[in-house]
């Protein structure tokens, strides 16, 4: 709401409404880009809005159709706001999303059970251990350590 109140004023434009849909789609997108992504969309939609609502089909492809964590691998989504940062820091936010993206559908596959998952991805359970605490993903109650 913040973003499209400055912009909208800023763009001389009403601050649009949404339709249920789009909301409903803007609430469950991961946002890989965190806060840049979110302002330069509304932004987007602040200027090419028509009728002052914002509906499904004015989103961007990008939030219509994320790869998801398995269907991503090999074709990576890029955000344009890694642009901004040095080459090994946006690497490295690569690496941190592939991570916990990759670790969290592993677990969901093996209903939670570390070590099943470690032999599956072929790495030590104490790897994962590592990397879920480093990654601060929460453990379900069925995660068996």
């Known amino acids: 709401n913040h973003f ?3 912009f909208s004023i800023k763009n001389g434009r009403e601050q649009p409404t949404f339709q249920k849909k789009a909301l409903d789609t803007l609430m ?6 965190n ?3 979110l302002q330069n969309l509304m932004e987007r939609l602040v ?3 028509i009728d002052d609502q914002v ?10 159709s994320p790869t998801s964590s398995i269907e991503g691998v090999g074709s990576i989504q890029f955000n344009e706001a ?4 040095k080459f090994k820091d946006a690497k490295q936010e690569i690496v941190t999303t592939f991570e916990r993206q990759y670790l969290s559908a592993l677990l969901k596959k093996h209903n ?15 790897t994962i251990h590592r990397l879920i605490n ?5 453990l379900r109650k069925n995660t068996v350590i």
């Open 35 to 37: 806060v840049r992504e």
């Open 4 to 6: 499209l109140k400055a």
């Open 112 to 126: 939670g059970n570390i070590s099943s998952a470690a032999r599956h991805a072929g790495i030590d359970r104490r």
């Open 47 to 49: 200027i090419l809005c």
């Open 28 to 33: 469950h997108y991961s946002w890989p880009g």
């Open 134 to 138: 480093e990654l601060d993903l929460p």
């Open 82 to 85: 890694l642009v901004d940062l």
């Open 55 to 64: 509906t499904f089909e004015d989103l961007p492809d990008n939030i219509l």
